[in-house]
């Protein structure tokens, strides 16, 4: 069974920080391109980072630049996003996705993905 499994949400106070990870089972990362998106309530859900198969190429929506790091392990077939400096405003549902017909820029701006997570609750409140 092919599914990507996300893990490391939970509840932060302002100014702390997370690392979430995307776990393949049933496939290799290798070759796919990994997205973190996210959904808070109310809101359409938007594309936070991506990164390319390679990990060479990035993209940060701009409201988490210079906060959130995105990497990936490919022997451990993860996909990690460091969240650091969290604000009330990033609580959301987290998930993750993987493509490997689509680029960086594309996954992101498009939120489309072959594969995608069920989610990780991400709550940052004092």
């Known amino acids: 069974q092919l599914q990507l499994v996300e893990s490391g949400g939970g509840l932060v106070q302002p100014g702390g920080s997370l690392r979430l990870s995307c776990a393949a089972s049933?496939?290799?990362?290798?070759?796919?391109?990994v997205g973190w998106f996210r959904q808070a309530p109310g809101k359409e859900r938007e594309g936070v980072s991506c990164?390319?198969?390679?990990?060479?190429?990035?993209n940060y929506a701009d409201s988490v630049k210079g906060r959130f790091t995105i990497s990936r392990d490919n022997v451990k077939n993860t996909v990690f996003l460091q969240m650091n400096s969290l604000k009330p405003e990033d609580t959301a549902v987290y998930y993750c996705?993987?493509?490997?017909?689509?680029?960086?820029?594309?996954?992101?701006?498009?939120?489309?993905?072959?594969?995608w997570g069920q989610g990780t609750q991400v709550t940052v409140s004092s």
């Open positions: 996705a993987a493509d490997r017909w689509t680029t960086v820029h594309t996954m992101c701006d498009t939120g489309k993905g072959r594969y």
């Open positions: 990164i390319s198969s390679s990990g060479g190429s990035t």
């Open positions: 049933g496939f290799t990362l290798d070759y796919y391109v």
